[in-house]
């Protein structure tokens, strides 16, 4: 198979990438409704309505906004108007929607902590949505510098490269699973899985980060490892709180 994946169905060209994220959206969603089917929800039908709505607009927002942060020197013309307000990232699109959250909540009042339903459908819509990214190659700024190492791949412009994108499928089978084994062995209190996750892969992505080309830096940083910061420091009584528990 080659990289970029291209394939055609009844004479026309799909992009298997976008195909994989709508699907990340569906699978993810479905099951999200299938794992609240088997738990008692201390939230309301329509204090959830409002949670999703406020996730979804936060997450678009914060998507947007922080995909064009990681290349915001660039030249505005009519012909990449379209291509900019498609521009994307996972990471935005997270912490966006975690605060749309926190703003919904704090609208309609609701006190009780409401993430950890949303983590395994998450995972798995990170999932299918990274399989879409390596399938794509060079065609999405998914993929590592050039490497001489044993893991270095051709992704369609005949250079061998990190492919950061099946790094990370490698890193959310382990967290997928370290979370289950945690979920059922552990006592954790209300909302703090999602935190787990949020912190697991945020310094994930930190780090994964200087295995990119990126091209925009602040402070030697590029803008998704700066928004891995601010989620740490977002975080930050909770990992005092976790730091001082375990000392």
């Known amino acids: 198979m080659n990289i970029p994946f291209e394939t055609t169905v009844f004479g026309y060209s799909v992009n298997i990438h976008l195909v994989l994220e709508y699907l990340a959206f569906f699978i993810g ?27 979804a607009l936060g997450a678009l927002i914060g998507s947007r906004l922080v995909g064009f942060l990681e290349n915001p020197i660039v030249n505005i013309f009519k012909g990449n108007i ?22 919904s909540k704090k609208i309609i009042g609701e006190t009780q902590s409401s993430g950890d339903l949303f983590v395994f459908p998450i995972i798995l819509g990170i999932f299918i949505g ?25 992704l369609g412009d005949g250079v061998l490269r990190h492919p950061t994108a099946l790094y990370e499928l490698f890193f959310l089978i382990i967290l997928f699973f370290t ?14 899985l999602f935190k787990w996750f949020m912190l697991s892969y945020f310094t994930f992505r930190f780090f994964i980060e200087f295995l990119k080309p ?11 490892q700066l928004l891995c910061v601010i989620c740490w420091l977002y975080y930050y009584k909770f990992i005092f709180q976790k730091l001082k528990n375990a000392g």
């Open 179 to 192: 979370f289950k084994y945690i979920q059922k062995n552990a006592s954790l209190n209300h909302g703090e």
């Open 29 to 55: 969603y479905r099951y999200y409704l299938y794992l609240r089917k088997g738990k008692i929800d201390t939230i309301s039908s329509l204090n959830r309505l409002s949670i999703i709505l406020g996730a």
């Open 82 to 103: 379209i291509q900019l307000l498609n521009t994307k990232t996972i990471m935005g699109g997270l912490f966006g929607g975690l605060l749309g959250v926190e703003i």
């Open 214 to 224: 990126n091209v925009f830096y602040v402070f030697g940083l590029s803008s998704i």
């Open 130 to 154: 990274r399989i879409g990214c390596f399938l794509s190659g060079i065609n999405e700024f998914t993929y590592g510098k050039e490497t001489t190492s044993f893991f270095g791949m051709d």
